[in-house]
């Protein structure tokens, strides 16, 4: 009997698995019945991430609203998840993480000097997409990348100052759950002062939107419960504080994890549902939707699924056999993402006591700029990151500090298409890093810039020797470039893909209120919308095109 009784729990846990359960088990969405016959909602939204959080949530808070939400991934019960001083061990997890690489990139080197280098791009499928498993940098970005997404890009409604309302509820949101590291250590003034002979203020607050500035030296912001030790802070999301907190008490709002969705379904050119596959069972299920279909699954989700659906360049879905339901070409183009470009500095003299609260916090202080004296002037071409210790990479005898370097003003684009029509084979993403001359300048500056700060009297009684990596050796201008391209990473920054922008712009695939051209009752909420990469971290922004997204959901319905 014992044996049975085991027997019998280990099916039903796998049949849990495998068909999709659901978070509100008492859910009436759709008048009960079960999963089986309840399939047709007001909205679907496609990705549990940051963007498909914020909108699901802001949906479902009408009761009248019936809300499905779908994630390829599970539920993020894995402790490691919430742990917020264990981000990078759970980066990669391969329970969580989809495994995406870059193609090989023209600009980056191998080990042993050759171009082509592959990288990993992590993406996250599980409840909370990509806040589950990033570094939780809180950031807004510079209120010019908006004033740029509106007046250059022809987005009439995203200025800064139109989202600053959008901005303020994402921060009543997270309020009290954004933690800012100490400043007790004398380093941190220290650094200050250095960062200040630099011409970098003093910023006390980069997140005030259009109520302040960005650029100038401030103590880095993180989503996660405030823990001045740092050990035990536990990581927060859109998912964590805007669906969790809800979804027990909101009978209309239904939730289903580990089924992916696989192909929009189109009469004629209106979309009015999504065929979805099981993870585990591969069983199909079809969902209909009454009003709208909102595509949230991310810079690489949503892309793909408009490709897979149909809706893309002609002639690269014939080429693959995928019907043609809309001829769209800027699907899976205007892509951009940061680069991380290390640099570590001499050794710590004291390296057990050196910088405690960056021990824990794993990075205390970032340079926005330059800063060039104005509220904020010019749009920031650098972003520094100063770290203690071998904070993502590099010789394990880097025992002083670091800073990395992020080029914020990318002039090249790259692209995403698919590698079948088989939605299981992962597509392939071309970040094209340092495509442009430009970008490589901006880079050996933002390198230069660093060492510049390393070599300031004020941090000389910290540390002792000479630079740990890339090393005194590395002195011209093509010594620097080719340390960029040999150590240089990805930043996790991905964005772009269904860009935002009018009907007149051939690369553009939705317009200002964030619908697809060409096609009905089908809208693209996430950072793949974005037709200009922010001066920052991308969870910030995908977050507020989130909720600004929902809202014009809402009007339009």
């Given at each position: 009997?014992?044996?049975?009784?085991?027997?019998?729990c280990?099916v039903?846990?796998?049949?849990?698995?495998?068909e999709?359960?659901?978070?509100?088990?008492?859910?009436?969405?759709?008048?009960g019945?079960?999963?089986?016959?309840?399939?047709?909602?007001?909205?679907i939204?496609?990705?549990?991430?940051?963007?498909g959080?914020?909108?699901?949530s802001?949906?479902?808070?009408?009761?009248?609203?019936?809300?499905l939400?779908?994630?390829?991934?599970?539920?993020?019960?894995?402790?490691d998840?919430?742990?917020?001083?264990?981000?990078?061990?759970?980066?990669?997890?391969?329970?969580?993480?989809?495994?995406?690489e870059?193609?090989p990139?023209?600009?980056?080197?191998?080990?042993d000097?050759?171009?082509?280098?592959?990288?990993?791009?992590?993406?996250?499928?599980?409840?909370?997409?990509?806040?589950?498993?990033?570094?939780?940098?809180?950031?807004?970005?510079?209120?010019?990348?908006?004033?740029?997404?509106?007046?250059?890009?022809?987005?009439?409604?995203?200025?800064?100052?139109?989202?600053?309302?959008?901005?303020?509820?994402?921060?009543?949101?997270?309020?009290?759950?954004?933690?800012?590291?100490?400043?007790?250590?004398?380093?941190?003034?220290?650094?200050?002062?250095?960062?200040?002979?630099?011409?970098y203020?003093?910023?006390?607050?980069?997140?005030?939107?259009?109520?302040?500035?960005?650029?100038?030296?401030?103590?880095?912001?993180?989503?996660?419960?405030?823990?001045?030790?740092?050990?035990?802070?536990?990581?927060?999301?859109?998912?964590?504080?805007?669906?969790?907190?809800?979804?027990?008490?909101?009978?209309?709002?239904?939730?289903?994890?580990f089924?992916?969705?696989?192909?929009?379904?189109?009469?004629?050119?209106?979309?009015?549902?999504?065929?979805?596959?099981?993870?585990?069972?591969?069983?199909?299920?079809?969902?209909?939707?009454?009003?709208?279909?909102?595509?949230s699954?991310?810079?690489?989700?949503?892309p793909?699924l408009?490709?897979?659906?149909g809706?893309?360049?002609r002639a690269?879905l014939?080429?693959?056999?995928?019907?043609?339901?809309?001829?769209?070409?800027?699907?899976?183009?205007?892509?951009?993402?940061?680069?991380?470009?290390?640099?570590?500095?001499?050794?710590?003299?004291?390296?057990?006591?050196?910088?405690?609260s960056?021990?824990?916090?794993?990075?205390?202080?970032?340079?926005?700029?330059?800063?060039?004296?104005t509220?904020?002037?010019?749009?920031?071409?650098?972003?520094?990151?100063i770290?203690?210790?071998?904070?993502?990479?590099?010789?394990?005898?880097?025992?002083?500090?670091?800073?990395?370097?992020?080029?914020?003003?990318?002039a090249?684009?790259?692209?995403?298409?698919?590698?079948?029509?088989?939605?299981?084979?992962?597509?392939?993403?071309?970040?094209?890093?340092?495509?442009?001359?430009?970008?490589?300048?901006?880079?050996i500056?933002?390198f230069?810039?660093c060492?510049?700060?390393?070599?300031?009297?004020?941090?000389?009684q910290?540390?002792?020797?000479?630079?740990?990596?890339?090393?005194?050796?590395?002195v011209?201008?093509?010594?620097?470039?080719?340390?960029?391209?040999?150590?240089?990473?990805?930043?996790?920054h991905?964005?772009?893909?269904a860009?935002?922008?009018?009907?007149s712009?051939?690369?553009?695939?939705?317009?200002?209120?964030?619908?697809?051209?060409g096609?009905?009752?089908?809208?693209?909420?996430d950072?793949?919308?974005?037709?200009l990469?922010?001066?920052?971290?991308?969870?910030?922004?995908?977050?507020?095109?989130?909720?600004?997204?929902?809202?014009?959901?809402?009007?339009d319905?």
């Amino acid at each position: 009997p014992k044996m049975l009784f085991l027997l019998l729990c280990a099916v039903t846990v796998a049949h849990v698995r495998a068909e999709s359960w659901r978070i509100n088990f008492n859910n009436n969405v759709c008048g009960g019945g079960g999963t089986e016959k309840c399939n047709e909602y007001d909205y679907i939204v496609v990705g549990a991430g940051a963007s498909g959080s914020v909108v699901a949530s802001q949906l479902s808070a009408d009761p009248s609203n019936s809300v499905l939400l779908l994630e390829q991934g599970g539920y993020s019960r894995n402790p490691d998840i919430h742990k917020a001083a264990d981000w990078f061990g759970i980066q990669f997890n391969p329970e969580i993480e989809l495994g995406y690489e870059s193609t090989p990139q023209a600009e980056l080197l191998n080990a042993d000097g050759t171009p082509g280098r592959v990288e990993r791009l992590p993406r996250a499928a599980v409840t909370g997409g990509c806040q589950s498993h990033n570094g939780m940098v809180f950031i807004y970005g510079n209120t010019r990348d908006y004033d740029k997404w509106a007046n250059d890009y022809g987005n009439p409604g995203w200025d800064a100052a139109s989202l600053q309302p959008y901005w303020e509820q994402i921060l009543n949101t997270f309020n009290g759950k954004i933690s800012v590291p100490s400043r007790s250590e004398p380093f941190y003034e220290d650094l200050i002062t250095a960062a200040g002979a630099q011409g970098y203020r003093f910023n006390a607050d980069p997140n005030l939107g259009t109520r302040g500035r960005q650029v100038g030296v401030s103590v880095r912001r993180y989503m996660n419960t405030v823990d001045p030790g740092g050990e035990s802070a536990t990581r927060r999301s859109a998912w964590t504080e805007m669906i969790e907190t809800v979804s027990a008490t909101r009978s209309n709002l239904d939730i289903r994890v580990f089924d992916r969705a696989t192909r929009v379904i189109f009469h004629g050119n209106t979309a009015v549902g999504v065929e979805v596959t099981n993870i585990g069972s591969g069983k199909k299920s079809t969902f209909y939707a009454k009003k709208e279909v909102i595509l949230s699954g991310g810079v690489v989700g949503s892309p793909q699924l408009l490709l897979l659906s149909g809706v893309g360049p002609r002639a690269d879905l014939q080429n693959l056999g995928i019907p043609v339901v809309h001829d769209l070409p800027g699907v899976g183009k205007g892509m951009q993402n940061h680069l991380f470009i290390p640099l570590f500095g001499p050794a710590f003299v004291n390296q057990s006591a050196a910088l405690p609260s960056f021990r824990h916090g794993g990075t205390g202080l970032i340079m926005i700029g330059p800063d060039n004296g104005t509220p904020e002037g010019n749009l920031p071409s650098l972003y520094q990151v100063i770290s203690a210790g071998n904070a993502f990479r590099g010789p394990s005898t880097a025992k002083g500090f670091s800073c990395w370097v992020e080029p914020l003003a990318i002039a090249a684009r790259g692209s995403l298409k698919l590698k079948s029509s088989n939605p299981n084979d992962a597509p392939l993403i071309d970040p094209n890093w340092l495509g442009t001359e430009a970008d490589r300048q901006n880079a050996i500056a933002g390198f230069k810039s660093c060492r510049q700060l390393f070599a300031n009297p004020a941090l000389s009684q910290y540390t002792t020797g000479d630079e740990l990596w890339p090393g005194p050796q590395v002195v011209t201008d093509a010594q620097i470039l080719e340390h960029i391209r040999k150590d240089g990473t990805d930043d996790f920054h991905l964005i772009g893909g269904a860009n935002m922008g009018p009907s007149s712009n051939p690369n553009a695939v939705v317009d200002n209120r964030l619908r697809v051209h060409g096609l009905n009752n089908l809208r693209v909420v996430d950072n793949s919308v974005q037709p200009l990469i922010t001066s920052g971290n991308p969870a910030q922004p995908a977050m507020l095109i989130g909720m600004k997204g929902a809202k014009m959901i809402m009007e339009d319905n």
